[in-house]
């Protein structure tokens, strides 16, 4: 039965992550066609302030009531409400900080003065991100996938008609009205996850206002897990944040010009990464089914079990990922073409794709070390990755090589972050 159960979650969440997937490259080849290759270098640009703000936003809060919920010993109404204005509150402060270093980011760290705007949109959408993500924290710990999936479908729907819609409407004002036109969308289509979750939720539950009032117990356990998972994916984060600011900053000292690194770094971002990440919706699905299972059976001292359902989802995620890896190192071109309308990024891709041929195993490896409470571990093994590639970053940029010291601060931070991940496990599970 729980064979059954794991098997079906994965077929769910694959189904689902391949449509989910499949609209998002949709959106991004759109959006790319719209905004041309200098749109999507500022849209990159601020991306890693994006993600760093998001982690921060919550806090690790879905893996934690993920963990809590599949173990099945606390009262799921309690886990899932009393966080949520603790949630709203951190993301406050957030949208405040945001505010304030709007200014510093775009004229002194990112040298693009275009960037101020969008930067500040962002902090419109993180609650609604909050909220959607906890929601889904309680579906994943129950081994419901189809609300995930749902949502996920309807929220790129949306996203999709809307930026169809708006964005040649935008860019007869500006390219920058343009972009955070793009950003703002994301608030409209979480809006319309979290109503479809919501949906999906118990009928038969009463929720009272008595009901969001943080609870002591709930809220320490869930800090103990979401911390320090919050902790691997804020050094992830930061290091993404750093990347364009200490790129842009040791360019710029050599003799490169502005508009050489935003279209660069565009099509390494914009293109490259996006054609090397196709994969990563199997390997997700993957780590999100395997979550609630090793969560529940590595409490239980079930340490074979757990092996051979580690072992099964790296295999999946390896031989899905080395099939996509032939074929696009084969015909780079094809994709690039067919997707983006360009031909641009075919070498980066050719020295990128054995290194991820490692990272599409690192996701189901660092899903087990958070299901086993090991996420320490987890966020030490990507602090490592983190202080080697941004170290790469900017000591080989100054060397006259133009993108190629992001390229190999890149590979190098793969390769370290999942020979730890997988070093601990096998330490753990021995």
């Not at 690790?60 to 606390?74: C, D, M, N, R």
């Not at 309690?78 to 510093?104: F, Y």
């Not at 101020?116 to 959607?132: D, K, V």
């Not at 001292?301 to 051979?308: A, F, L, P, S, T």
Request: hydrophobic share 55%; proline share 4%; net charge positive.
């Amino acid at each position: 039965m729980e064979k059954e159960k794991f098997v079906r979650s994965t077929v769910i969440l694959i189904i689902g992550g391949f449509i989910t997937k499949l609209l998002g490259m949709i959106i991004r080849v759109i959006t790319t066609r719209l905004v041309g290759e200098e749109g999507i270098g500022i849209y990159m640009l601020i991306m890693p302030t994006f993600f760093l703000f998001i982690t921060l936003a919550q806090l690790g809060f879905p893996i934690a009531i993920s963990k809590l919920v599949s173990e099945g010993t606390k009262d799921n109404k309690k886990i899932v409400l009393s966080i949520i204005p603790i949630s709203l509150i951190l993301n406050i402060i957030l949208i405040i900080v945001i505010l304030i270093l709007a200014p510093v980011l775009s004229k002194v760290l990112l040298n693009d003065e275009r960037t101020l705007f969008p930067l500040m949109a962002i902090s419109i959408i993180l609650p609604f991100i909050s909220i959607s993500s906890i929601i889904r924290g309680y579906f994943f710990g129950k081994e419901r996938m189809i609300p995930h999936t749902v949502s996920q479908i309807i929220e790129q729907v949306t996203r999709l008609i809307i930026m169809i819609i708006l964005i040649p409407i935008f860019l007869k004002h500006s390219l920058i009205s343009a972009i955070i036109g793009i950003i703002l969308v994301n608030a409209i289509s979480e809006i319309c996850s979290i109503i479809v979750l919501i949906f999906y939720l118990p009928k038969k539950i009463r929720i009272k206002m008595n009901d969001f009032v943080p609870k002591s117990s709930i809220l320490k356990e869930v800090l103990n897990i979401g911390v320090p998972t919050t902790g691997s994916r804020l050094i992830g984060s930061f290091g993404y944040f750093l990347e364009p600011i200490l790129l842009t900053q040791a360019l710029l000292y050599i003799g490169y010009s502005n508009n050489y690194i935003v279209l660069e770094y565009g099509i390494l971002t914009g293109y490259v990464f996006p054609l090397l990440l196709l994969p990563g919706f199997f390997s997700q699905a993957i780590a999100s089914a395997l979550l609630p299972v090793i969560s529940n059976n590595y409490v239980r001292g079930k340490k074979k079990y757990v092996i051979k359902k580690i072992k099964q989802g790296v295999l999946f995620s390896l031989l899905i990922g080395l099939l996509f890896s032939l074929f696009l190192f084969i015909k780079p071109n094809y994709l690039l073409n067919l997707l983006f309308n360009t031909n641009k990024g075919v070498e980066y891709i050719r020295i990128l794709i054995p290194f991820f041929l490692i990272f599409y195993i690192q996701t189901p490896l660092t899903s087990s070390l958070q299901a086993m409470g090991k996420a320490k571990d987890a966020m030490m093994g990507t602090f490592y990755g983190m202080i080697v590639k941004t170290t790469f970053i900017f000591i080989l940029s100054l060397l006259k090589i133009g993108m190629y010291g992001f390229l190999i601060g890149s590979a190098f931070n793969i390769f370290i972050v999942t020979i730890n991940h997988y070093l601990k496990l096998k330490k753990h599970l021995s």
